[in-house]
């Protein structure tokens, strides 16, 4: 098993948490950006800038028993249909049940922008969501190890 990170828009304090607890549990921790983003990490890979690119590393890496950390709902149903855990930056799992629900969301989310609504932006990350996902991440990580 490995631990997956989409590192291009993700959290400092989910990357850091998710560097230590790899460390701590022995799994060896992979990231994956864009050349826009600079990732302290044994193994980092970089990335081209072209739409997509990170996701198509992180498929290409994912392997079935993978642990993988994406905010991406399109990246999260693929490395599911692939056998991979996804957890979302807030510490939500996501399972093959909800991950529709959450791109029917977004899909209509888009459609209203594209109509010219306007949505509301990300809230501004907190310490509850930095300890919710380490406790997350360290459950998947322990039972990993059994």
Known sequence: ??????????????????????????????????????????????????????????????????????QDFGLAAMLIGKGVRCLGPSGRLYDAERIDLLLEERELKARFRRGGGRTKGPKKRTAEEDRRFAGALETLLREWNG
């Open 1 to 70: 098993m490995k631990l997956l990170i989409d590192a291009d828009a993700c959290p400092r304090e989910v990357l850091r948490t998710s560097l230590e607890l790899g460390r701590r549990f022995q799994v060896p921790v992979w990231t994956v950006a864009s050349f826009n983003h600079v990732i302290a990490s044994d193994r980092h890979v970089v990335v081209g800038g072209a739409a997509q690119e990170t996701d198509i590393k992180v498929m290409n890496l994912a392997e079935p028993g993978d642990v993988a950390v994406t």
